[in-house]
């Protein structure tokens, strides 16, 4: 009998599944890296761009003229509100559960207030119409979860702002400095969309299987969830908080490098010359260190950056810089990887519809190492 013996890759590093209209990321051995989304680069869309324009690009492949961004306004915002089943499942688990369980399990209830259609009943627009009300309702779940873990009266979604500052003042109260509310948009513009990362690619195989749209997306925060993925924007607060003071940044490097520790925050599968959403998010942390004159904050921040470039080679991902700014904002640090869904959301709902208008079911093979044949003792 002759074993086939087929080539391992390992994390699919390396490995092209499938073709991709919606981004590219451009990341030379040598020299910056480049995210486009459908063409346009990202720092531009952060500079000149609302979150509403740049969930239009990504779900219909064109930046939106007036009237259709009004169209997509109106409809996000006549949406904010959750259904009572879903404020009834929220409020029955308990307040301190994670952050992300209660997301993930919020998505989940969502979902089951639609109905299930069968795969030849499923429809561009219908996918778009559970799409723009899972995004126009995550702002109230998220709110809602983080007034609840302090005890706070919770306060409605206002429809007369749009999509960050309606969140940022229905999670805070009150109104909420201009200059926060555009560094929480740069961050979700950066957010939105990343090609074929791990949850992606999860919300693609999900979809491959011709299951719904609520399932894919339920699967894709849960794969968020991760310190190697997501998670890691919370975690960074946990190297901040154990790093301490810019002074114990290079002793503290050279001791988790030597222990064989994970640095939260650095590193990543495709940047190995650096994250191209790190300076335009770095520059929005610079916005609130400077409004909150925490500049032991961006001291520390620095330190640890330097300490790990000379001794690993390693640069700051996203997550890095997002990590602490999400704190000065004001936010729990159990929510950072819940405000990413947020903004994730977008791009995983074009690749679902990319993934449905196209299909191959997603299945990969496997080297089996495990015993060779053998027979049941006693038969
Ligand atoms: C928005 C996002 O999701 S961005 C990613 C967020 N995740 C993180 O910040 C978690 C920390 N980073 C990591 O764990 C990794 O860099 C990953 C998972 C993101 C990418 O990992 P991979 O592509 O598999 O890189 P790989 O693990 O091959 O790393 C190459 C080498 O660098 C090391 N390395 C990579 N990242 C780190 C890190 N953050 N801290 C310490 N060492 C690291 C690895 O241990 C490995 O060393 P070795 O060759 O001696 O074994
Ligand atoms: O692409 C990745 O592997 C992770 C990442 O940066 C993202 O999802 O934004």
């Not at 879903?86 to 688990?93: F, G, I, P």
């Not at 749009?162 to 979700?188: I, K, N, Q």
């Not at 994730?344 to 496997?366: F, K, Y």
């Amino acid at each position: 009998m002759s074993t086939i013996v087929h080539e391992v890759k390992r994390g699919l590093a390396g490995v092209v599944v499938d073709t991709t209209a919606v981004s590219s990321v451009t990341a030379p051995a040598t020299g910056p890296s480049e995210l486009l989304y459908r063409g346009y680069p990202v720092q531009d869309l952060a500079a000149r761009c609302s979150l509403e324009e740049v969930a239009y690009l990504l779900w219909y492949g064109e930046l939106p003229d007036a009237r259709q961004l009004a169209a997509f306004e109106r409809a996000e915002r006549a949406q904010r509100e959750l259904p009572d089943a879903v404020v009834a499942v929220l409020d029955a688990l308990p307040v301190q559960a994670h952050p992300m369980d209660l997301v993930r399990t919020a998505v989940s209830a969502i979902g089951a207030t639609w109905p299930t259609l069968a795969p030849e009943e499923r429809t561009r627009e219908d996918d778009l119409a559970r799409a723009l009300q899972l995004f126009a309702q995550l702002p109230a779940v998220v709110a809602r979860i983080q007034r609840r873990r302090r005890g706070l009266e919770l306060l409605p979604l206002r429809t007369d702002l749009g999509w960050c500052a309606a969140f940022l003042a229905a999670t805070f109260g009150g109104e909420v400095a201009p200059e926060v509310v555009r560094a929480f948009e740069v961050s979700m513009i950066l957010y939105a969309e990343h090609s074929f990362n791990a949850s992606t690619f999860t919300a693609r195989v999900v979809t491959s299987t011709l299951a719904d749209y609520h399932s894919a997306i339920t699967a894709a925060v849960g794969a968020l969830k991760g310190p190697l993925h997501g998670g890691a924007n919370e975690a960074v607060m946990g190297v901040l908080a154990e790093v301490g003071t810019a002074d114990r940044a290079a002793g503290w490097v050279a001791r988790a490098r030597a222990e064989k520790r994970t640095v939260m925050g650095f590193g990543h599968r495709v940047y190995k010359t650096g994250d191209s959403r790190v300076p335009t998010m770095k520059a929005a942390l610079d916005v609130l260190v400077e409004r909150e004159g925490r500049y032991d904050l961006a001291e520390l921040y620095d330190a640890i950056e330097s300490a790990m470039t000379e001794a690993t080679g390693l640069h700051p991902n996203l997550d890095y810089p997002s990590g602490p700014a999400y704190a000065l904002m004001g936010f729990d640090t159990e929510l950072f990887t819940p405000l990413f869904v947020m903004a994730r959301v977008l791009g995983w709902t074009a690749h679902v519809r990319e993934q449905v208008e196209a299909n191959a079911l997603i299945r990969p093979l496997s080297e089996y190492t495990g015993p060779g044949r053998r027979t049941i003792a006693g038969n």
